[in-house]
Nanobody
Framework: VQLVESGGGLVHAGGSLRLSCSAS????????MSWFRQASGKQRDWVAT????????DYADSVKGRFTISRDNAKMTVDLEMSSLKPEDTAVYYC?????????WGQGTLVTVSS
């Protein structure tokens, strides 16, 4: 059971970045998928969620209109397209799968937005 994030890096404010999370070892299509982020010295915050079918998405107010979550159940991936990035978006980004009481977390990927 594994989630592996990729796509993090350094980007200038106002720029864009696409994160991807690849799943293995479990039935991906059973899981709602989410992105969280954790800035240095702060708690981990929820960013966005997409339901298992991909039919419903939800976003934190801080990213609404700038970030888009999507998934491909055939490829077992969930992506986070981020645009109009701000320095306050700097954080380690984690993907999480949820199926009832079961949670699966990735190891995170660092996004740094320079001003």
């Amino acid at each position: 059971v594994q989630l592996v994030e990729s796509g993090g890096g350094l980007v200038h404010a106002g720029g864009s970045l696409r994160l991807s999370c690849s799943a293995s070892g479990f039935t991906f299509s059973n899981y709602d998928m989410s992105w969280f982020r954790q800035a240095s010295g702060k708690q981990r915050d929820w960013v966005a969620t997409i339901t298992k079918s991909g039919g419903t998405t939800d976003y934190a107010d801080s990213v609404k209109g700038r970030f888009t979550i999507s998934r491909d159940n055939a490829k077992m991936t969930v992506d986070l397209e981020m645009s109009s990035l701000k320095p306050e978006d700097t954080a380690v980004y984690y993907c999480k799968g949820t199926w009832g009481p079961l949670d699966v977390w990735g190891q995170g990927t660092l996004v740094t937005v320079s001003s």
